[in-house]
């Protein structure tokens, strides 16, 4: 079993930057992909960013790449989702995911959820 805590949310300007976290706890870390999706009013779940165990395997969805950055400290049992030059489209509530079923970009490989952050993004 594996518990999520995501934090770093919050309101910035457009163009602004945020760095959200999201803490493990309850197994070890390692063998465990990470992912980070996000839910906008009215709008359906969708994948923003993941990484694999070993940081090798990168997913980033189109509308955040060259913006958003995915990382991981298995020694702290913590992900981070580095927010820049941020537009309002990306306000949502993020939520970070855990899944022992590979890296992917599917919502499906994850079976542990944090509670979500939300991110606001003023024009």
């Known amino acids: 079993q594996v518990q999520l805590v995501e934090s770093g949310g919050g309101l910035v300007q457009a163009g602004g930057s945020l760095r959200l976290s999201c803490a493990a706890s309850?197994?070890?870390?390692?063998?465990?992909?990470m992912a980070w999706f996000r839910q906008a009013p009215g709008k359906e779940r969708e994948f923003v960013a993941a990484?694999?165990?070993?940081?090798?395997?990168?997913y980033y969805a189109d509308s955040v790449k060259g913006r958003f950055t995915i990382s991981r400290d298995n020694a702290n049992k913590t992900a981070y989702l580095q927010m820049n030059n941020l537009k309002p489209e990306d306000t949502a509530v993020y939520y970070c995911?855990?899944?022992?079923?590979?890296?992917?970009?599917?919502?499906?490989?994850?079976?542990?959820w944090g509670q979500g952050t939300q991110v606001t993004v003023s024009s």
């Open positions: 995911a855990a899944g022992l079923r590979g890296t992917s970009k599917s919502d499906r490989f994850y079976d542990y």
């Open positions: 309850g197994r070890t870390f390692n063998n465990i992909a």
């Open positions: 990484i694999s165990w070993g940081g090798v395997l990168l």
